[in-house]
């Protein structure tokens, strides 16, 4: 398992792809996101232009970035490529280009997250069943756990029943798994009123405890080898032993309703830790509109909506990240629950957010300095440079077959230079998987930037045709 590259309780101002990149694998046991797709279409126009970086935000248009992606995409996970094109003929470029944002970015999420790690996926309707075939293509559809619907709402009659369609009211948070051996602790839910009414029939007089009367006969006395004996006047194979009986019987906890029926036992409800939770959550109320917890940013998860999830999928002591952090409301959870967490948000509001929001529900814990706020990229610590990065030369040209991995023309060893396919400057390390050799003119144009950049320019140039638009060729 890697040892995290950050600081507990880190809120980052940036693209989190970059800052994802630059993040140790396998260092986090938790992460919930909640990425925008509500908006009709075009929450990918300043998520991708963003991801692109300041410095070339101009030159870029979404489908550049696009073909970039598709490129990385169709070369290291065809299968990855596949679901995204489909999702492209199916509902259209701006669908394909939201799942191409999110799939650069789960693939990073797939690799910081620990081998016992769980991921939560929270979206609505509107593209759920294709993040869904996204989470299957990445973590493995035998890794899917749940998928919970959150009633986010109560019923409203905005118009839409005008529309002649139900009214939406709930989200999907997708559950998924890095194995199969990942953290859980059940959380419990109380007994709806009905259940109660049905089973916890009867009620004690003297303490007004409501309890239920379980068989004391099976299963399994005669099987368990128990041999026949009496209690209070009835011989059965009872299900304990003598001695547990008369245990029991001494602590009021096998009653006989009158003299010679069959003892039972007196399951009190309040003993009971409920009914283990569902995957249907109606239950935890959307945010009122004057709840205290309420901060004024427009997509605020509650507080218990979190709670859940931290509680369900992480210790305490475990590593919380939410890479769409928006005001940060899985922090503030995992903070109150113990968890040492991580946050990212492009928006710098975020981060203020965050910090006053700590402080009123966390008080003076949270004097300054105790929250790290970070605008850098983390550096990894967790992949050694053997050798220097140069050095790599003659096998990169070898597995290259000697072409230059931006236009693909052949050229003679010399007129290569090694680059950094991530720039170090945004989080690349030396590593031989990082390393690819470029003739000077794509080495030129790429700057010290990231190779999505390159290759939509190539495309742009006619330097590249779309289909061989590629990234990284080799792991
Ligand atoms: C739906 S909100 C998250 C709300 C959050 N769960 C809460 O309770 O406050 C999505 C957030 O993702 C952020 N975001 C969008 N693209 C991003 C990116 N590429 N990197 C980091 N944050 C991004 C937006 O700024 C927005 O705050
Ligand atoms: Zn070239």
Redesign the pocket.
């Known amino acids: 398992m890697g040892e995290p590259n950050f600081a507990d309780k880190t809120l980052w101002t ?4 970059d800052i994802l990149r630059g993040m140790n694998s396998e260092c986090v046991d938790l992460i919930y996101l ?4 509500n908006s009709n279409r075009t929450y990918e126009a ?2 991708g232009s ?2 692109a970086g300041a410095a070339f935000k101009d030159a870029w248009t979404l489908s550049d970035l696009d073909v970039a992606w598709m490129g990385l995409i169709a070369d290291e996970h065809p299968a990855l490529y596949s679901v995204i094109e489909s999702a492209g003929l199916a509902h259209g470029k701006s669908m394909q280009s939201y799942l191409c ?1 999110m799939a650069i ?1 789960l693939l990073e999420m797939y690799r910081v997250l620990k081998e016992t790690g769980s991921i939560y996926l ?1 979206c609505d309707p509107t593209a759920s069943h294709y993040l869904k075939a996204l989470l299957d293509t990445i973590f493995g559809s035998d890794c899917f756990r749940s998928e919970i619907i959150w009633k986010r709402s109560s019923a409203h009659s905005d118009g839409r029943q005008g529309r002649k369609q139900h009214g939406r009211i709930h989200d999907s948070i997708l559950f998924y798994t890095k194995s199969d051996r990942w953290t859980w602790n059940t959380v419990y839910t109380p007994y709806d009123s009905d259940y109660v009414e049905r089973f916890y029939r009867h009620t004690e007089p003297e303490t007004g405890r409501r309890y239920r009367l379980g068989d004391l006969t099976g299963p399994g006395g005669a099987a368990k080898g128990n041999p026949e004996y009496e209690v209070l006047g009835v011989t059965r194979h009872w299900r304990y032993s003598e001695e547990r009986m008369a245990e029991l019987i001494d602590m009021g906890r096998i009653i006989q309703s009158r003299p010679g029926s069959v003892p039972a036992y007196k399951r009190y409800l309040d003993e009971m830790p409920g009914v283990p939770l569902q995957d249907i959550w109606i239950d935890v109320r959307p945010i009122a509109a004057h709840a205290k917890e309420r901060i004024g ?1 427009p ?3 509650p507080v218990a909506l979190l709670e859940r999830i931290i509680t369900s999928s992480s210790d305490p002591g475990d590593l919380i990240l ?9 922090c503030v959870s995992a903070e109150s629950l113990g968890r040492r967490w991580a946050g ?4 710098s509001k ?1 981060a203020d957010l965050v910090n006053i929001r700590l402080q009123e529900t966390m008080g003076d814990l949270f004097h300054h300095g105790y929250v790290t706020a970070r605008t850098d990229i983390p550096k990894r610590t967790d992949i050694e440079a053997p050798v220097h990065y140069r050095k790599n030369a003659h096998v990169l040209f070898g597995q290259q077959e000697g072409r230059c991995n931006g236009c693909r023309t052949e050229f003679p060893f010399r007129m290569f230079d090694v680059d950094h396919v991530i720039p170090v400057s945004r989080g690349g390390t030396d590593h031989p998987s990082n390393l690819q050799l470029l003739c000077a003119h794509c080495n030129r144009t790429k700057g010290n930037r990231p190779q999505e950049y390159l290759i939509a320019r190539l495309v742009e140039q006619g330097l590249l045709s779309h289909t061989h638009a590629s990234i990284q060729p080799f792991a």
């Open positions: 940036g693209d989190n792809l909640d990425p925008p797709f300043p998520v963003r991801a944002m970015r929270h940013f997509t605020q998860k939410d890479p769409f952090c928006g005001c940060a409301t899985a990212i948000d492009l928006s975020a």
